[in-house]
């Protein structure tokens, strides 16, 4: 028996299957790939697709994990936070799924999905398969969200300090944008930045900011604690950007792009740092697509904390995350669960 759960909270179009134990049987990821030429997610058209593809999606997952819906014990979904049109059809989709069998749905918070990848065994992790237990740090940074939380159990997780503005990924993406590298941007503006001196600009909340006497963080007021604002060092690099010539922008793109990454990443590892102090813990998990970031990685190791990063594909939105939170999560029992909605943002409908 299993939890199969469907995650469509964005532009991934995401099945999978779980054992109740933890073991990931199955995980299908479907990425639409049309919305680059808008330069970021069309709403209505990751909508269209989903609802185009999802019942694909799962019967790979059924295939791929060697299974049948008989075999289904539980089935979750992904409530929220996310693009309401792209959640209702997933919700839609699962509750159908559950209802027709009768079977008992979870409703998942897509942070709390981000937790719980940690919570997945099998070959589901960088670390040669063993789940992450709580008590544990986590940050979660991703293109739509960027906090950090103290989880410690399996069905929660404490808000400890979050993003005031843009998120992580979304910062790397509007980077990337800004030095003409397309979208998404976080992989291409990494490749570039490999090439480029992290200390050639001093954008606000960079170890180069503060060592030539600049405030080192975007915003007054937050700078020992754990919330973080990335609007200050977009803004830095679309001022640089407009003060170079053409030519001056094509010589010291790597540059730009290793300092911009340098101020974000630690941004990040810097919060990161003082949550275990503030915490006493020396475990530190990460998820979000931004945790695929080679310098955001070797920032976090050098903590000295226990580290734990799930397999790429467990970073990124997906539903074996989801499934894993559903295994935690309250069960409703058919018919409760019927008149579930999705919900944008913020904290889920009581």
Do not use: W
Request: proline share 3%; glycine share 12%.
């Amino acid at each position: 028996m299993s939890v199969l759960a469907i995650e469509t909270s964005c532009d991934d179009t995401c099945a999978a299957l779980v054992e109740p134990g933890g073991r990931m049987l199955s995980n299908v990821i479907s990425s639409q790939g049309v919305h680059d030429r808008f330069g970021g997610v069309v709403p209505e058209i990751a909508s269209r697709h989903h609802l185009r593809i999802v019942n694909a999606v799962v019967n790979s997952a059924l295939s791929q994990a060697g299974a049948t819906l008989d075999e289904v014990e539980l089935v979750g979904a992904t409530q929220g936070p996310g693009l309401v049109g792209a959640l209702l059809v997933g919700l839609s989709t699962a509750k159908a799924l559950a209802a027709a069998r009768e079977l008992p749905f979870a409703a998942v918070d897509h942070l709390q999905g981000h937790v719980a990848a940690n919570f997945l065994s099998g070959n589901g992790t960088d670390e040669g398969g063993a789940a992450f237990e709580p008590p544990f740090v986590c940050l979660i940074a991703s293109g739509g969200h960027t906090l950090l939380a103290l989880v410690e159990d399996h069905d929660g997780f404490e808000v400890l300090g979050r993003t005031l503005d843009d998120a992580a990924g979304e910062a790397f993406d509007k980077g990337a944008r800004l030095l003409g590298l397309g979208y998404p941007g976080g992989a291409a503006l990494e490749r570039l930045a490999a090439d480029g001196d992290r200390e050639a600009f001093a954008f606000p909340g960079s170890a180069a900011a503060r060592a030539r006497g600049g405030r080192g963080s975007a915003r007054e007021g937050f700078a020992r604690g754990l919330d973080f604002s990335f609007a200050g060092v977009k803004t830095a690099l679309l001022y640089t950007v407009r003060e170079l010539s053409e030519g001056e922008l094509r010589e010291r793109a790597a540059d730009l792009a290793a300092s911009y990454q340098a101020a974000i990443v630690e941004s990040l590892v810097e919060r990161a740092e003082r949550a275990l102090e503030q915490t006493g813990l020396d475990r530190l998990a990460v998820g979000g697509g931004v945790a695929a970031n080679g310098a955001l990685r070797r920032g976090l190791a050098r903590l000295g904390a226990t580290l734990h990063v799930p397999a790429s594909e467990l970073c990124t939105d997906n539903a074996a995350m989801i499934a894993s939170a559903a295994r935690f999560a309250r069960r409703l029992r058919y018919p409760e669960y019927l008149g579930l909605d999705a919900y944008a943002s913020g904290e889920r409908p009581r």
